[in-house]
């Protein structure tokens, strides 16, 4: 399994911006679709974003389409989530994950971080 780690995550106003990142610890990091899922406090953890191997193909959930943008650089080893006007309801604990295929189930990744908070002030 890759070693994941978050990073990027903090305390923002309503309407503002955060962007996370996530290091892996392999090279063949292209070889993995990479998606970022959240968890808040009494909910089930959901999907916001996958962004295929090659970062051609994305996907998103519907609450963040449009404000939120999945992105990588292979060579960095380095997956992105630029989240821009943020909501109360986006606070949650943000997780990146790498999978074999392109999914959008938290079944679909084998790999996962440790997370890291986003708290959005309303």
């Known amino acids: 399994q890759v070693q994941l780690v978050e990073s990027g995550g903090g305390l923002v106003q309503a309407g503002g911006s955060l962007r996370l990142s996530c290091a892996a610890s392999?090279?063949?990091?292209?070889?993995?679709?990479m998606g970022w899922f959240r968890q808040a406090p009494g909910k089930e953890r959901e999907f916001v974003a996958v962004?295929?191997?090659?970062?051609?193909?994305?996907s998103y959930a519907d609450s963040v389409k449009g404000r939120f943008t999945i992105a990588r650089d292979n060579t960095k080893r380095t997956v992105y989530l630029q989240m821009t006007s943020l909501k109360p309801e986006d606070t949650a604990v943000y997780y990146c994950a790498a999978g074999l295929w392109f999914g959008i189930l938290p079944t679909d990744f084998g790999s996962w971080g440790q997370g890291t908070q986003v708290t959005v002030s309303s």
């Open positions: 392999e090279r063949t990091i292209s070889t993995y679709a």
């Open positions: 962004i295929s191997k090659s970062g051609v193909t994305t």
